[in-house]
C-alpha cells in the first residue's frame, strides 16, 4: 500500500502537479519541506537584523524609508513562510522555538557584521541577489503553500536589490573615501554570499532527492554559477574588483570560472561560531522575551472583550 | 486561549468588480486584530481594496482523498457545455 501511495504521488510530482497541505505525502517530503522551510523563515527574521543596525543612522531620509520599508518587507516573508510551515502540521511557538535552541538553522549570510553604511548596499545587492537566485525556481516548488509564499516575496525582492545596488552605484560616483568603502564592503560580503547557495553539489547528499521531488530544480553549482556570472558584469558598473584573483572567462564552458569557497568557514559559521551566531540568536531570544506580556495581555483582552460579548448575547 | 494565538486564513478583493481570494493567513488573538494583521501583512503594496478574515477552524474543507466520488458526477455531463450541440456554421452570435 505504502509503495503504491509513493508511486501515485511521484506520478502526481512528474505531471507538474502540485502537492497541497491534505493531500498524502511521504513522511520524508513533509520532513524535508519543515525544515527547508522553517529554516528560510527563520533567515528573513534573523535577517532583519544586520540591517536593522543602520536604520536610525541612513544618511538620507530617502535612504530611510527604503531601508525601513525592505526590513518590514522581511518581516512579511517570515510571516508568509511560518504560514506555509504550519500547513504542515507544525505550530508557529515550536518552529520559534527551534530557532531559539538552536537546533534549526538560517542562512549563515546573517551572521556576519554590518561595519559599514555600504555594508547596506551590497546586502541589498549581493544577499538579495543570491536569495533571488535561489528563490525564483521555488516559485514553482512541488508544495503549493510554498511556492505561492515564493511568488509573494519574489515580487518584494527586486526592490531590495535595486535599492541596494543604487546605493552602491552612488558610492562609486562618490569621493575616494567612498569609494573604498564600496571595495572593502564588497571584498568581505564576496565569499559569504557565494556560500548562501550551500555546499557544493558533491557534498549535498539531499539535493538528488530534492530535485526528485521537485522542491529544488537547479542544484547549489548550478545557481552559484549563474550568480557569478551576473555578478560579474555588475561589478563593473559598480568599477568594483570582486575578490576572487581566479575569476576569468571560460571560453569553452561559457562561464567565469572562480575560485575555491573556504569551506572550513562556512561549516565553522553553520555550527555556530561565525562572528555573530551569539549576537543573533540572542537579540532574537531577547525580542521574544520581553515581547511575552504584549502577548499574554492579547489574548488577556481577546478573552475579555469575547466574555462581556456572550454576556450581551445571554 | 492558550498563548499559541489561533489561526486566520485572509481573504482580498484586489479591485472592485474581483472576488475576495485566498491570500494566506496569520495568527491573530481575534478578528480586530486579524484585520490589523492582514492589512500590514497582505496589502503593503495595494494589492487590495478589501479585506476578509475567518478563523481557520470554521472553514470546513473537502476530502482530497474523497476527490473522486465528490466530482466524479460532473465528468460525464458533457450535455451540460456548449459544445455539446451540434449546429450550422451559418449560424452567427449563439
Ligand atoms: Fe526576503
Ligand atoms: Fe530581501
Given at each position: 500500500m505504502e509503495k503504491n501511495l509513493n508511486d501515485i504521488f511521484q506520478a502526481k510530482i512528474d505531471r507538474e502537479e502540485k502537492i497541497e497541505p491534505k493531500d498524502w505525502m511521504p513522511d520524508a517530503y513533509r520532513k524535508t519541506l519543515i525544515r527547508q522551510i522553517s529554516q528560510h523563515a527563520h533567515s528573513e527574521i534573523v535577517g532583519m537584523l544586520p540591517e536593522g543596525n543602520w536604520i536610525t543612522r541612513a544618511p538620507t531620509l530617502r535612504r530611510k524609508v527604503a531601508l525601513m520599508a525592505k526590513v518590514q518587507d522581511e518581516a512579511g516573508h517570515g510571516l508568509y513562510l511560518y504560514s506555509a510551515c504550519e500547513t504542515l502540521g507544525i505550530d508557529r511557538d515550536t518552529l520559534f522555538e527551534q530557532l531559539h535552541s538552536g537546533k534549526a538553522k538560517y542562512s549563515?549570510?546573517?551572521?556576519?557584521?554590518?561595519?559599514?553604511?555600504a555594508d547596506i548596499g551590497s546586502i541589498g545587492w549581493l544577499v538579495d541577489g543570491a536569495a533571488i537566485m535561489n528563490q525564483v525556481p521555488l516559485c514553482r516548488c512541488s508544495y503549493g503553500p510554498y511556492a505561492r509564499a515564493m511568488v509573494r516575496v519574489c515580487k518584494e525582492e527586486s526592490f531590495h536589490q535595486r535599492q541596494g545596488f543604487e546605493i552602491l552605484l552612488n558610492l562609486s560616483k562618490g569621493s575616494d573615501e567612498q569609494k573604498a568603502m564600496l571595495q572593502e564592503s564588497v571584498n568581505r560580503w564576496w565569499w559569504p554570499a557565494m556560500m548562501m547557495f550551500g555546499p557544493s553539489d558533491a557534498d549535498s547528499p539531499n539535493t538528488q532527492q530534492s530535485m526528485q521531488w521537485k522542491?529544488?530544480?537547479?542544484t547549489n553549482d548550478e545557481l552559484r554559477q549563474k550568480f557569478v556570472d551576473i555578478c560579474y558584469e555588475q561589478a563593473k558598473i559598480l568599477n568594483v574588483t570582486l575578490p576572487d584573483p581566479d575569476i576569468k572567462w571560460n571560453e569553452e564552458r561559457g562561464h567565469y570560472d572562480f575560485g575555491e569557497i573556504n569551506w572550513d568557514e562556512f561549516w565553522q559559521v553553520v555550527k555556530?561560531?561565525?562572528?555573530?551566531n551569539k549576537e543573533r540568536i540572542a537579540a532574537r531570544k531577547t525580542a521574544w522575551e520581553e515581547g511575552a506580556w504584549v502577548r499574554e495581555a492579547a489574548v488577556a483582552h481577546a478573552n475579555k472583550r469575547a466574555a462581556r460579548k456572550t454576556k450581551k448575547v445571554a | 486561549m492558550e498563548n499559541n494565538w489561533p489561526i486566520w486564513e485572509i481573504f482580498i478583493r484586489s479591485k472592485n468588480g474581483l472576488n475576495h481570494k485566498h491570500v494566506g493567513s496569520l495568527h491573530a488573538t481575534d478578528a480586530e486584530m486579524a484585520m490589523q494583521n492582514a492589512r500590514d501583512?497582505?496589502?503593503?503594496?495595494?494589492?487590495?481594496i478589501s479585506i476578509w478574515v475567518v478563523e481557520s477552524k470554521h472553514i470546513s474543507a473537502s476530502d482530497p482523498d474523497e476527490g473522486e466520488s465528490l466530482f466524479d458526477p460532473a465528468n460525464d455531463k458533457v450535455y451540460r457545455h456548449p459544445t455539446f450541440y451540434n449546429l450550422p456554421d451559418e449560424l452567427k452570435h449563439m
Open positions: 549563515s549570510i546573517f551572521n556576519y557584521p554590518t561595519l559599514s553604511w522542491i529544488k530544480r537547479f555556530g561560531n561565525g562572528p555573530c | 501583512v497582505y496589502t503593503r503594496r495595494n494589492e487590495g
